[in-house]
């Protein structure tokens, strides 16, 4: 497994205020997007960032290698709906998860 940090930047510094209906359908679709891949484990947190410069999306992915990151970017409903979405990613050569964010192990 590989991990990428993806930053996903809106169309504008004025979003979400200024968010459009087609816009507001296609971040629930991104949402359920990236739900999906959390509920596969491939997405470890995500989540809007509220930047004073302007808000971005914050995505941690374990996936196979850069390719799958890149599809699943790709693939998102923000990106495919053009609505001026795009993503950055970039490997991260390790993750340490704390405490509080790692999941319980379950008893034998």
Avoid: N
Wanted: net charge negative; glycine share 10%.
């Amino acid at each position: 497994m590989a991990f990428y940090f993806c930053k996903l930047l809106a169309p504008r510094p004025s979003f979400p205020g200024d968010m459009t209906p087609a816009e507001a359908a296609a971040m629930q679709a991104h949402v359920a997007h990236w739900s999906r891949f959390a509920e596969a484990g491939k997405a470890l947190v995500f989540g809007p960032v509220l930047d004073p410069a302007g808000p971005w999306g914050l995505g941690l992915l374990s996936v196979a290698d850069e390719a799958e990151a890149r599809a699943f970017a790709d693939g998102d409903p923000v990106v495919t709906a053009g609505l001026g979405f795009r993503y950055e990613i970039h490997p991260m050569p390790q993750l340490v998860i704390g405490r509080a964010a790692a999941p319980e192990p379950t008893p034998a």
